[in-house]
């Protein structure tokens, strides 16, 4: 498992790497080449001063150089530079990606299976690409653990752009959706249902809300909610990331709260997908954005059920209909290739550290940790969120002493524990413990905010 390294060995890996042995001799070729012409070259002022000014260039591009001259097969191991150690990275997303994810980015960067080329270059209809492409959704669906009767698409546009594209597709003219929200991600979804029902003739209904004081911590009690029998769809947000509510492990949503079941339930998972098991045999639609626990941003899944593709509109233009994705596996037009490429990175780690059930141990291991530091701290540290609606992947609290929210972040920054600033819209700090965040940093996290608190309280 990945630790916050402190060592500062960047290129030591080469060593042990067994396709990199021309790296060096190229780079040592390339060194006596530029010796020999030192020697042979007229040593005036200008031409030293020259020669300083270009130094450092000549030497970064010594390594593509050498890449791109297709004689050898050379893999960049590393920078001329040395590399940073990897830092605690807690941001809300982008986020920390799995480091075996990256080194196998790394790994394969210039040089993909032996093709001469990068996943990059590679055409999006050729087999290298489609089967990284069938990997990707095929892992989704395994970890989702979704039946056959589901598609997995791979789009664009964000979490954002699914806002608007859900009602287009499935809300029609006459009909109605109900959407429950428990923070701002479900209000930006609300305000775009609704923009979409005024030009679609469909409308938009609350069917729940725990908004409170102009904020949210808590989900709503069954009791609380209004659910109409003969919606368009139920719509939720399994975790909300900017205030750290979310449904709990064994009611990831309304359903549990008594939704009719021919209601179909869509959730926004953006930053709770593959975090814990969720039983999606009561769901009929599922998106994320890709960059907290999937990989890189600029990739959206979308997971929708057959039959609710059949229904969608048909008068839409064909990029915003799910229909022209399905049909098309994704590849109606140029997907974010590398996005997907590094998705399947992720997934492969997920899978072989032994899938959901596994990390969803170790997030909620990670976030009782945090809970109980800010819990047991004689209340230098709060959390605003219900107990039994803490987000185990968004851990927000607040400083007693809000003048000192600048002082624990400056200095956590200098212990290498950065991304804790809260959402510019509510302040205080946050945690993202997603998929990739090592219980180590936390650990560290928990150790610094003891340390901040018995010196500052
Ligand atoms: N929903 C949730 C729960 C989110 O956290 C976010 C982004 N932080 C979004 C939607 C919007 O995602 P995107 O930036 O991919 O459009």
Not at 122 to 129: D, N, V
Not at 259 to 275: E, R, T, Y
Request: hydrophobic letters at 40%; aromatic letters at 6%; a positive charge.
């Amino acid at each position: 498992m990945r630790q916050c390294r402190d060592d500062r060995s960047g290129l030591s890996s080469q060593g042990s790497d067994r396709s990199s042995v021309c790296t060096l001799h190229a780079m040592g070729g390339y060194r006596s080449l530029r010796e020999r012409m030192r020697r042979s070259e007229r040593r005036t002022p200008e031409s030293m001063a020259q020669r300083e000014r270009s130094r450092v260039s000549t030497k970064a591009s010594a390594l593509s150089r050498d890449c791109i001259t297709g004689m050898t097969r050379v893999r960049v191991l590393g920078t001329m530079s040395e590399p940073k150690p990897r830092i605690c990275n807690f941001n809300a997303g982008p986020a920390a990606l799995p480091l075996a994810a990256l080194e196998r980015a790394r790994d394969e960067l210039v040089d993909f299976e032996g093709s001469g080329m990068s996943i990059m270059e590679h055409s999006h209809r050729g087999r290298a690409y489609e089967r990284v492409h069938e990997e990707a959704k095929s892992l989704l669906a395994k970890l989702l653990g979704l039946s056959p009767d589901w598609e997995v698409l791979l789009v664009q546009g964000g979490a954002s752009m699914a806002f608007a594209t859900i009602p287009m597709n499935l809300l029609p003219a006459g009909r109605s959706a109900d959407y429950v929200v428990t923070g701002t991600w479900g209000e930006k979804a609300v305000a775009e249902a609704k923009a979409v029902a005024a030009l679609g003739g469909g409308s938009v209904r609350i069917a729940g809300t725990t908004l409170t004081n102009k904020t949210y911590v808590r989900v709503p009690a069954p009791a609380e909610l209004s659910l109409d029998p003969n919606a368009a769809y139920l719509h939720c947000t399994s975790n909300e990331t900017i205030h750290g509510v979310q449904y709990a492990v064994s009611d990831a949503t309304p359903l549990a709260a008594g939704a009719n079941a021919s209601v179909p339930v869509i959730v926004d998972m953006s930053s709770d997908i593959l975090a814990r098991s969720v039983d999606t045999s009561s769901f009929s639609l599922i998106y994320a954005g890709a960059q907290k626990n999937l990989g890189p941003s600029g990739v959206t899944v979308v997971a929708i059920r057959k039959e609710l593709v059949a229904r969608g509109r048909t008068d839409l233009p064909t990029i915003f209909q799910f229909r022209t994705h399905a049909a098309n596996a994704s590849l109606y037009n140029t997907p974010p290739t590398f996005g997907i490429y590094l998705m399947r990175n992720v997934l492969s780690w997920l899978d072989a550290e032994g899938g959901v059930a596994v990390i969803e141990q170790r997030n909620c291991a990670k976030a009782s940790l945090l809970y109980r530091a800010i819990d047991e701290s004689g209340g230098f540290y709060t959390c605003p969120v219900e107990p039994s609606c803490r987000s185990i992947m968004n851990v927000v609290w607040r400083l007693a002493k809000p003048e000192l929210d600048d002082a624990f972040v400056s200095e956590a920054e200098a212990r290498g524990l950065v991304g804790l600033r809260g959402h510019r819209s509510v302040g205080g700090m946050r945690a993202s413990l997603y998929n990739a965040v090592e219980p180590a940093w936390v650990e560290q996290l928990t150790s610094f905010m003891k340390d901040f608190s018995a010196r500052r309280g």
